[in-house]
Antibody
Framework: EVQLLESGGDLVQPGGSLRLSCAAS????????MSWVREAPGKGLEWVSG????????YYADSVKGRFTISRDNSKNMLYLQMNSLKDEDTAVYHC????????????????WGQGTRVTVSS | EIVLTQSPGTLSLSPGESATLSCRAS???????LAWYQRKLGQAPRLLIY???SRATGVPDRFSGSGSGTDFTLTISRLEPEDFAVYYC?????????FGQGTKVEV
């Protein structure tokens, strides 16, 4: 059974930093692309960032480009999201999500989701 | 970015009836890279359909997807009690991937 367990969410001041982690199990982690998707209060789902199975290609929504960095450690079955220069509008639940495919050119159908970790940006 | 508009916002139906959910894109979805998700209260989304019409593993055949270009449909035939939930469409043909706002299927 696929399991994705996020951690690292917290209350942080604007301008601050946070690192989210996702522990994956139940599948061959190194074979699949992964993403982070967030849900802000009262808003819908927003894809934030993703990377291919090997981690060589990384992709970002314009809203976070230059501030967030996605990475993975395939030896530890871990996905990360380093979040810098946080803004109020980054407040959301962040989901770690597994893709159906490994190659980014075919990625996008998200077949397993974690329950999420809550990030609150507020002074 | 591609904006996805789902309609109706809420669909009130009874078990055994069929549901037709619409997802309209602001521009053509490349390669028909359109997915549908089901979300129940307190749970993470579940992938139902990818590539506009392919069912994900374990999804019952009462769920079917169709469409191309800018207009897509999710059909649920013979609604079961567990099908009452919120459904989202998502396009992944162009970056950034975007989601619709959801359609609630209620009793």
């Amino acid at each position: 059974e696929v399991q994705l367990l996020e951690s690292g969410g917290d209350l942080v001041q604007p301008g601050g930093s946070l690192r989210l982690s996702c522990a994956a199990s139940g599948f061959t982690f190194s074979s699949f692309a992964m993403s982070w998707v967030r849900e802000a209060p009262g808003k819908g789902l927003e894809w934030v960032s993703g990377l291919s199975n090997g981690g060589t290609g990384t992709y970002y929504a314009d809203s976070v480009k230059g501030r967030f960095t996605i990475s993975r450690d395939n030896s530890k079955n871990m996905l990360y999201l380093q979040m810098n220069s946080l803004k109020d509008e980054d407040t959301a639940v962040y989901h770690c999500v597994k893709d159906r495919r490994g190659n980014w050119n075919y990625a996008g159908a998200l077949d397993s989701w974690g329950q999420g970790t809550r990030v609150t940006v507020s002074s | 970015e591609i904006v996805l508009t789902q309609s109706p916002g809420t669909l009130s139906l009874s078990p055994g009836e069929s549901a037709t959910l619409s997802c309209r894109a602001s521009q053509t979805v490349s390669k028909t890279y359109l997915a549908w998700y089901q979300r129940k209260l307190g749970q993470a989304p579940r992938l139902l359909i990818y590539g506009a019409s392919s069912r994900a593993t374990g999804v019952p055949d009462r769920f079917s997807g169709s469409g191309s270009g800018t207009d897509f449909t999710l059909t649920i035939s013979r609604l079961e009690p567990e099908d009452f939930a919120v459904y989202y469409c998502q396009q992944y043909g162009d970056s950034p991937w975007t989601f619709g706002q959801g359609t609630k299927v209620e009793v």
